[in-house]
């Protein structure tokens, strides 16, 4: 479906209200219990390859601790996830990660690659992170798109992993930033389209732009 020969999952977790009185072994509020239902969906047949049950209070951002990372695997998570040490870890173990990135994100421009803005890409870079922590937490340059969606008029940052070339034309990507329920990456040809609710990204151009399509820094 994706196109794509490696594994593609989606993260997520759904909070289910339980009754107080009832599941005192699941504190939610101090009005009623609740778990957490953490999900992680293979996309290739709609199949859960990870469920984990935990208590209404557990961050879904904590789940990353347990959860097996696959080498070679694409995983799109939405904001809630977005844990520069944690992402790192999954990227050391070879896995690819798109996440929608935080308005906060505080990240400086390294490389701006040419767009194609008549399919919704107003900016693809190559960013490194300035926070004293954060630049701590993940030392490696990160991918951030910016992307409008015309069917609902919104704006999407996406943070990926660095994509690099290989001497066989294919390429690796190294990516931690925005993407989740809209935005799936792909790897393919050497241009970025857009194809229904999905982007596709295709290897990065070295290209040193200044202040290009008014992305930011």
Same mark, same amino acid.
């Given at each position: 479906?994706?196109?794509? &020969?490696?594994?593609?999952?989606?993260? #997520?977790?759904?909070?289910?209200?339980?009754?107080?009185?009832?599941?005192?072994?699941?504190?939610?509020?101090?009005?009623?219990?609740?778990?957490?239902?953490?999900?992680?969906?293979?996309?290739?047949?709609?199949?859960?390859?990870?469920?984990?049950?935990?208590?209404?209070?557990?961050?879904? @951002?904590? @789940?990353? &601790?347990?959860?097996?990372?696959?080498?070679?695997?694409?995983?799109?998570? #939405?904001?809630?996830?977005?844990?520069?040490?944690?992402?790192?870890?999954?990227?050391?173990?070879?896995?690819?990660?798109?996440?929608?990135?935080?308005?906060?994100? &505080?990240?400086?421009?390294?490389?701006?690659?040419?767009?194609?803005?008549?399919?919704?890409?107003? %900016? #693809?870079?190559?960013?490194?992170?300035?926070?004293?922590?954060?630049?701590?937490?993940?030392?490696?340059?990160?991918?951030?798109?910016?992307?409008?969606?015309?069917?609902?008029?919104?704006?999407?940052?996406?943070?990926?992993?660095?994509? @690099?070339?290989?001497?066989?034309?294919? %390429?690796? %990507?190294?990516?931690?930033?925005?993407?989740?329920?809209?935005?799936?990456?792909?790897?393919?040809?050497?241009?970025?389209?857009?194809?229904?609710?999905?982007?596709?990204?295709?290897?990065?151009?070295?290209?040193?732009?200044?202040?290009?399509?008014? %992305?930011?820094?």
């Amino acid at each position: 479906m994706l196109g794509l &020969d490696a594994s593609v999952y989606a993260l #997520d977790s759904t909070t289910i209200d339980l009754c107080l009185s009832l599941f005192d072994w699941a504190p939610f509020r101090s009005t009623k219990a609740a778990i957490k239902l953490h999900t992680l969906l293979d996309l290739r047949g709609a199949i859960p390859a990870f469920i984990h049950i935990s208590d209404g209070k557990l961050h879904d @951002v904590n @789940v990353l &601790d347990i959860l097996l990372v696959e080498a070679g695997s694409f995983y799109i998570m #939405d904001r809630g996830y977005m844990d520069f040490a944690r992402l790192y870890a999954m990227h050391q173990a070879g896995a690819f990660f798109v996440t929608r990135a935080k308005q906060n994100m &505080d990240a400086r421009r390294v490389y701006s690659h040419p767009v194609d803005r008549a399919i919704g890409i107003i %900016c #693809d870079q190559r960013v490194m992170l300035n926070g004293f922590y954060s630049a701590e937490n993940y030392p490696e340059h990160l991918r951030r798109i910016r992307f409008h969606d015309p069917e609902t008029g919104k704006t999407l940052v996406n943070a990926l992993r660095e994509i @690099v070339h290989r001497n066989d034309n294919s %390429c690796t %990507c190294a990516s931690s930033s925005a993407g989740c329920r809209n935005a799936v990456a792909r790897i393919t040809g050497n241009r970025i389209v857009r194809t229904s609710r999905s982007l596709i990204l295709g290897p990065p151009r070295r290209v040193n732009l200044k202040n290009r399509h008014g %992305c930011g820094g």
